[in-house]
């Protein structure tokens, strides 16, 4: 329950309060794994194809992403980051990286410590 808590809190560190954490969610993915078809985000983020088709509109509307004609399949478009969406990105992991980091200064070196092997611990767990 901790680490939902302190995921939920690191979510509301972000530069853009009027994006869901949906919409935040496809920033990050694309700026991760870059450019992706609806289909291919619709399943990346395990919704179906009008829900993200819903989701690109609305950040294509505020100038996050853009969609570019498929070079081979004119059929399908690539949704790809705008550097507005860059920015926005950028901004909210810098803030969250801000908030966390002056939250693991006021803890003392050996609950630091506690943390990086939980951390280890909690990464292994995750890929198996």
């Given amino acids: 329950m901790a680490t939902f808590r302190l995921a939920r809190r ?31 985000l619709a399943e990346r983020e395990r919704v179906s194809a009008p829900s993200m088709n819903r989701t690109v509109n609305c950040l294509e509307e505020l100038g996050y992403l853009t969609r570019v004609p498929d070079a081979t399949d004119k059929r399908k478009a690539n949704i790809q980051l705008t ?3 860059v920015a926005i990105v950028k901004a909210t992991v810098t803030k969250r990286d801000a908030w966390l980091h002056h939250q693991l200064r006021a803890l003392d070196p050996a609950d630091r410590e506690t943390l990086a092997k939980a951390a280890d611990l909690m990464r292994r767990l995750a890929t198996q």
């Fill in 83 to 85: 550097d507005a969406g």
């Fill in 10 to 40: 690191l979510r509301a560190e972000r530069a853009e309060n009027e994006l869901s954490d949906g919409q935040l969610s496809v920033l990050f993915g694309l700026r991760a794994a870059g450019t992706h078809t609806l289909g291919e």
